[in-house]
């Protein structure tokens, strides 16, 4: 959200690809005021955003499209920013598809973000093998896994930073930090003591902010631009 805000400027057109429950949608409107559009596979995600975006009053902000992410130019213009978080673009077969009708649909110079799962996630690889569960790694590499999502089993697959800059490579590279080095969320949230979590989060901080680790979080969070 901080990565969001810093690139997002007053009146822009936003697209977000993926929105799920709407938390990053309603968070990001509250924040700026600014219009989200949102596109969404899933009807029951759309519903339940809806539902969250009438509780919290910026309804009248929020507009949602169902549709995968290669069909955005369904929707029927551009947009000055588009926004994809928690692994979206893990879940869609047709991503290379979705990188042609992205770039298409920025307008000149307009921003890309998105976070995505990755290969190599520094903190588990330590553990499962402490562990001696190496399998765990194992499926980070394959070319298919499942991931769990609202309690359905989805196809999805892991990206290094080496194919995804393959697969957007008609944008330009802004930025590129990891997220969730140490623990990756299912295993953070394991942790009981407040104080080793804010011991955790600062180690984070600090291991984010240095290049070499870059490529080894949880999910990896990029910013393109179109030049």
Known sequence: MQTLLKYSKSKESILEIGCGTGEEAKRFILKTGNRVTCL???SGMI??????????????KFTAVKGPSYEIKSIGHTFDLIYSF?????????????????YDT??????????????????????????????KVKDRISEETYVEVVGNKIKSKYYSPDEILKIFEKFKLVEKKSLAIILPPYLA????????RRLL?????????????????DEVLYVFKKS
Request: aromatic residues 8%.
């Open 40 to 42: 969404e596979i899933s």
């Open 86 to 102: 928690n692994g979206a673009f893990n879940t869609e077969p047709r991503i290379r598809e979705a990188a042609e009708a992205i």
């Open 106 to 135: 920025l307008n000149n110079e307009g921003i890309l973000i998105f976070s995505i799962r990755n290969r190599k996630c520094l903190g588990e690889i330590i553990l499962y093998s402490i562990l001696g569960r190496e399998e």
């Open 47 to 60: 519903d339940f955003a809806i539902s969250k975006m009438t509780k919290s009053g910026v309804l009248d």
């Open 201 to 217: 989060t600062l180690l984070e901080t600090v291991l984010s902010s240095i290049p070499i680790f870059s490529s080894y979080g």
């Open 189 to 196: 949230e394991k942790v009981p003591s407040s104080i080793w």
